[in-house]
């Protein structure tokens, strides 16, 4: 699950490489909201601790 951001830079990367500006910059904003929203639930999820 915590590959789909980078794949999404990944094919940000290449879009800009290939001169299509727009959908690289597109890319990278999806991504970059991918990545807040699973940190914010990988943050707020809870720790479950037994001893």
Known sequence: MMVIPFLGVL???AAALAG???LA???WGVSLVALLLL???HASD?????F
């Open 25 to 27: 910059l597109g890319l």
């Open 46 to 50: 809870a720790l479950n601790l037994t």
């Open 11 to 13: 094919g940000a990367l």
């Open 20 to 22: 299509r500006r727009s």
């Open 39 to 41: 940190f914010r639930q």
